[in-house]
């Protein structure tokens, strides 16, 4: 069998196991028209080389099948997004829809089990576009049972060694609404209750013998504690968008401000209750004219606001490492109190469905927001799959200080889950 053949098997694999996986979610609307220079024009032979027909057509007839905007239609369809980064290399399970009030809104209820025993229950009953689009409300309740999630330690000089493992399930429940007064920018609002997360030995499949966080680091906040805190937990945000596409920009970019609140419910004096500050930014400059070329810039960063006498839990500090921070690192490699990360990223279209990208990272924790530096980095390279407006696959391979990783993912680097994720960030996701 050829080598153009097995590669063609590949990616029509992927196109049609991962449909409606993170970049095709069933959290979002229908994508419109790019915003800032209209839609692409059609590119056949795009890139570098010619593509062989065959992978053309096998990509087209996944897409002609399982559709390129990711909003299932009414009716029975397969979660396989809504996990966060370490549950595994696939979750799947059972989603429905209905739309109601004359097509005004929708409700949604799914389940998920993923790779590594991660399990997932959602209902969420949502208006998406009120008032010609300007206005948008909603509903959301999640139970999750994330049953491995990686700790190390606080701070930036946190030692691989001592590499330990958690347990956490919650219930989150949360009313949204967001305002458009224009089409490129949202102010979004947010209120839910957290409900007490349980911080259990770890379990699910695949498990690694590592010990089990609380024992590991019995000093650290939240770890030593039974029973952790009930949360009302609140978040005001400000989204500029003016990308072609979510999931494969080529040209524009998305900037986020967001103030998050945590209010602990439980202790007499609120010792858990913290605030957040957040900005992140992505801008996607396009080198040459058919975009064949484009330079990805990205940032992010975090400031924790904790009164004398309080903290903020172990699971809920700012983190960094991973396939979406500093991709030579493991998932949640580094915690502290405030953290910045930056990328960037050259891509080249070498075929019509194929891009190349190398890339490098660089960020850091710190106790103290002025103490951040950038001293963590990443180096590397890889391909990303995609359509002209999603990507449906990527294959990073990066070096860093901790040796060699290589990831495997279904989304773009650069897509900004925060901006659709609407219950609370536990445990808070690089």
């Known amino acids: ?65 399982f559709g390129d905007a990711g909003v299932p239609s009414d009716g029975f369809y397969v979660e396989l997004s809504n996990m966060i980064t370490g549950s595994g290399f696939v979750s799947i399970g059972p989603g429905y829809r209905r739309q109601i009030a004359n097509k005004h809104g929708f409700v949604d209820a799914s389940a998920a089990v993923s ?26 309740v999640m139970w999750q049972d994330q049953t491995q999630i990686d700790y190390f330690g606080i701070g930036s000089q946190s030692l691989e060694s001592n590499a330990s493992q958690y347990r956490l399930q ?25 409900r007490r997360p349980d911080i259990m030995s770890p379990g699910g499949t695949f498990k690694p013998a590592l010990p089990t966080t609380p024992d590991e680091f019995p000093h650290d906040p939240g770890a030593p504690d039974a029973f952790q805190p009930n949360y009302v937990h609140s978040e005001v945000s400000l989204t500029s968008d003016t990308r072609d596409h979510r999931s494969r920009p080529t040209v524009g970019g998305v900037y986020r401000a967001a103030l998050t609140t945590f209010v602990d419910q439980s202790t007499s004096t609120g010792a858990f209750s913290f605030r957040e500050y957040e900005a992140e930014g992505a801008q996607f400059i396009p080198v040459d004219q ?21 903290a903020v839990p172990f699971y809920l500090l700012p983190s960094l490492g991973g396939n979406n921070s500093l991709r030579s690192y493991a998932d949640y490699r580094f915690h502290d109190l405030n953290m910045a990360v930056v990328n960037a990223e ?61 990831t495997f993912r279904t989304s773009d680097v650069f897509r900004l889950s925060r901006l659709t994720r609407r219950v609370a960030p536990a445990p808070f996701v690089p």
Do not use: C
């Open 1 to 65: 069998m050829s080598k153009t053949l097995l590669v063609a098997l590949f990616i029509a694999g992927v196109v049609s196991s991962t449909a409606n996986a993170q970049d095709f979610r069933t959290d979002e609307g229908p994508e419109l028209e790019p915003i800032t220079i209209g839609a692409a024009a059609a590119r056949p032979n795009s890139g570098l080389l010619t593509e062989p027909r065959l992978l053309s057509t096998l990509i087209n007839s996944g897409l002609e099948r």
């Open 115 to 140: 790779w590594r025993g991660y399990n997932m229950m959602q209902g969420r009953i949502e208006f998406p576009a009120l008032a010609d689009g300007h206005f948008s409300v909603g509903s959301q």
């Open 170 to 194: 919650s219930v989150d429940s949360v009313a949204y609404a967001a305002m458009k007064p224009v089409r490129s920018l949202t102010l979004g609002g947010e209120l839910g209750f957290l």
């Open 290 to 310: 058919n975009r064949n070329w484009v330079i990805a810039l990205h940032g992010w960063t975090v400031w924790s606001d904790v009164a004398p006498g309080h």
């Open 346 to 406: 050259s891509r080249w279209t070498i075929i019509t469905h194929m891009d190349a990208a190398i890339f490098v990272d660089a960020g850091n924790v710190a106790h103290r927001f002025q103490d951040l530096d950038f001293a963590k980095r990443s180096y590397g390279a890889g391909v990303r799959f995609h359509t002209d407006r999603t990507t449906f696959a990527r294959i990073d391979v990066a070096h860093g200080s901790e040796g060699w990783k290589f």
